[in-house]
């Protein structure tokens, strides 16, 4: 059984814009790049996955969990980052992991403090978010999405903001993750050469519609870059 | 439950560490200070003793419901709702593995608690000040009847702040909210006016139901029907702002 299953999800928006009968399905282990241009409908659809856009049609299914009937198991499973990793100013690093902890009393109380630390964000865990950069305010928008060990992590643009350590850094902890402790990860990002050294598997999103998908091996074998192999969907599609 | 205490227990820390929670204290203890130096002015000026003991409590209670209370409700429920709006953390509390109807309503009971806890703020604060200014004036009877005005007067206001929120959710704009809430408030304290037999709909005027609570000849059949008059139109309030926090798309 697919741990994410998308089954000809819709959502229109004024103009023609949006998703359109977007159906995938992700297995345990899979990093799964999300790649398209700006506009094409990505973040969209990873809102729908996580319950915050409700589709005109079509279904997701999280380990078994339809996310519109059964948000709450679904989402007990799922970590993300949406767009940008908001922290509520007022709270430092530190209360914005219990912010999340809060909702699973079995953690250790020593997790927000290990993973602010696997971050790189330990020196700052009680300082208040309102100071930080948009790179730290990213990393601790990872530990938020990772904190409560899910099997489920959506990232939606993770690189944003980070420099080329904190890049490196979470290229490394997420192929670990997906290696060692067989989480799905479904990233989107228009960084196409980090989706590249991360990802396993690329489906290339246009004007809503999921034209192709493959694995980042099999693409390597056809294409000198996922560029490369990106450019000729574009141009393909285009063409039709 | 646990979820639901969890994300109550987080609405709760977050309006804590928000400085806006201290400078209403610490405004409603200026304001409060303020009208007992004028009430006690203006009684040693006239001769007559005006508002002393537990008289100054209700009448402390008067104002501040009428003027601070709401208006200070009224910015929680702007920074509950709006300001995450606004601010993209909203978000980051509907991922959380909790419904849209546990998210609401955690919001409301932690305003709710806004209101309960400023009320019993107000209730030590002017007590207190009453005691100090006129100690004689005090009894065990008069303090019971002010226990109960303070108790009481926070279902209609939170009846009132269950419309705000109902308001919130139309649009994501704190500015466009708080505006509508205050036309909101003058419109239904102006509206008895004009129509004296719908008062008891109209929720702000009963701002001072307390009245009838500690008088010694209120009728309880009165206060009852205005009590479920009050539950309903909370409940009605409460109904279609969840049903909007449902449907809305991030």
Not at chain 2, 58 to 68: C, E
Request: some cysteine; proline content about 4%; glycine content about 10%.
């Amino acid at each position: 059984m697919p741990v994410i299953d998308i089954q000809g999800l819709t959502k229109v928006y004024g103009a023609g814009r949006g998703v359109f009968d977007l159906t995938l399905a992700l297995n345990r282990g899979d990093i799964f790049g999300f790649l398209g241009p700006n506009g094409a409908g990505k973040t969209t659809a990873m809102k729908m996955i996580t319950g915050l856009v409700h589709p005109d049609a079509g279904k997701v299914t999280v380990l078994g969990h339809d996310i519109s009937q059964e948000p709450t198991a679904a989402l007990r499973q799922m970590g993300c980052i949406l767009e940008t990793a908001e922290l509520y100013p007022y709270l430092t690093a530190y209360e914005n992991l219990q912010q999340v902890t809060r909702f699973y009393p079995e953690l250790p109380p020593e997790r927000p403090t290990e993973l602010l630390e696997l971050v790189g964000m330990g020196r700052y865990a009680r300082e208040k978010a309102q100071r930080f950069s948009l790179g730290m305010k990213q990393r601790v928008g990872l530990a938020m999405a990772m904190v409560h060990y899910p099997k489920v992590l959506i990232l939606d643009e993770p690189f944003n903001g980070l420099d080329v350590e904190g890049m490196v850094l979470l290229r490394g902890i997420l192929q670990r993750l997906a290696a060692e402790e067989q989480v799905t990860i479904f990233i989107s990002s228009h960084l196409i050469h980090d989706v590249e050294l991360t990802c396993n598997r690329i489906g290339i999103l246009l004007q809503g519609k999921l034209v192709r998908q493959a694995d980042t091996a099999e693409i390597r074998g056809e294409y000198a870059s996922l560029e490369s192999f990106f450019l000729s969907e574009v141009q393909r599609h285009e063409r039709l | 439950m646990s979820d639901f205490k969890a994300a109550y227990t987080n609405e709760l820390i977050k309006m804590q560490r928000k400085s806006r929670l201290i400078a209403g204290g610490v405004v409603s203890l200026v304001a409060t200070i303020i009208y007992q130096l004028i009430i006690s002015l203006v009684s040693s000026g006239m001769g007559v003793r005006i508002g002393s003991g537990p008289s100054f409590a209700l009448s402390v209670l008067s104002f501040y419901t009428a003027t601070l209370l709401p208006l200070f409700a009224v910015f929680v429920v702007i920074d509950c709702f709006n300001g995450e709006y606004a601010a993209n953390t909203m978000k980051q509390t509907l991922v959380r593995p909790l419904t849209r109807l546990q998210i609401y309503g955690s919001k409301v009971a932690a305003v709710g608690t806004f209101v309960g806890g400023s009320l019993l703020f107000m209730l030590l604060l002017s007590s207190t000040i009453a005691f100090i200014a006129s100690p004689a004036s005090f009894s065990f009877g008069g303090l019971g009847s002010v226990f109960i005005a303070y108790l009481v007067t926070w279902l209609p206001m939170m009846v009132f702040i269950l419309l705000v929120i109902l308001l919130a959710q139309f649009s994501s704009n704190g500015i466009l909210t708080f505006f509508c809430a205050v036309a909101t408030y003058i419109g239904l304290y102006v509206t008895r006016f004009f129509a004296p037999h719908l008062a008891n709909l109209l929720v702000v005027p009963l701002f001072d139901w307390y009245v009838g609570w500690i008088a010694h000849n209120g009728s309880f059949t009165i206060l009852l029907r205005q009590g479920l008059l009050l539950l309903s139109s909370g409940m009605v309030f409460f109904a279609l702002g969840c049903r909007l926090f449902e449907g809305k798309n991030m």
